[in-house]
C-alpha cells in the first residue's frame, strides 16, 4: 500500500526556512513523478514545485527562487526547501505522486510576521 508521510512544518518567523520532508512507502519512489501543493485556509489548494524522476524541477511563480524541492531515491524521500518565508506561505503542505491520488496527510506551515 503506497504511503506519503509529511513532516518538518511549524512555525517560523518571516525571513525565516524550513525543510519539508516527504518519506514514501509501497511504491518505487525512483520512477515516480511528485509535487508539492499547499492550502491556505479559505483558499484552493495549489501547486508548489514538482520534480520528475529525472530530477527536471518546475515551481509556481510565488516559489521561483525561494523554493527548492529535490529528492534522495535511496532515503525514498522528497524535500521541500523554503527560504525566506513569508506570511503569506502559511498552509497545510501536501506532497503527492504525480497522476494519482496518492497524497499525504500534510503538514502546517505557519510564517509569523
Known amino acids: 500500500q503506497v504511503h506519503l508521510e509529511e513532516s518538518g512544518g511549524g512555525v517560523v518567523q518571516a525571513g525565516g526556512s524550513l525543510r519539508l520532508s516527504c518519506v514514501v512507502s509501497?511504491?518505487?519512489?525512483?520512477?515516480?513523478?511528485f509535487e508539492w501543493y499547499r492550502q491556505a485556509p479559505g483558499k484552493q489548494r495549489e501547486i508548489v514545485a514538482d520534480i520528475s524522476r529525472g530530477g527536471v524541477t518546475t515551481y509556481a511563480d510565488s516559489a521561483k527562487g525561494r523554493f527548492s524541492i529535490s529528492r534522495d531515491n535511496a532515503k525514498n524521500t522528497v524535500y521541500l526547501l523554503m527560504n525566506s518565508l513569508k506570511p503569506e506561505d502559511t498552509a497545510i503542505y501536501y506532497c503527492?505522486?504525480?497522476?494519482?491520488?496518492?497524497w499525504g496527510q500534510g503538514t502546517q506551515v505557519t510564517v509569523s510576521s
Open positions: 509501497g511504491t518505487i519512489v525512483s520512477l515516480a513523478d
Open positions: 503527492r505522486i504525480m497522476e494519482t491520488s496518492h
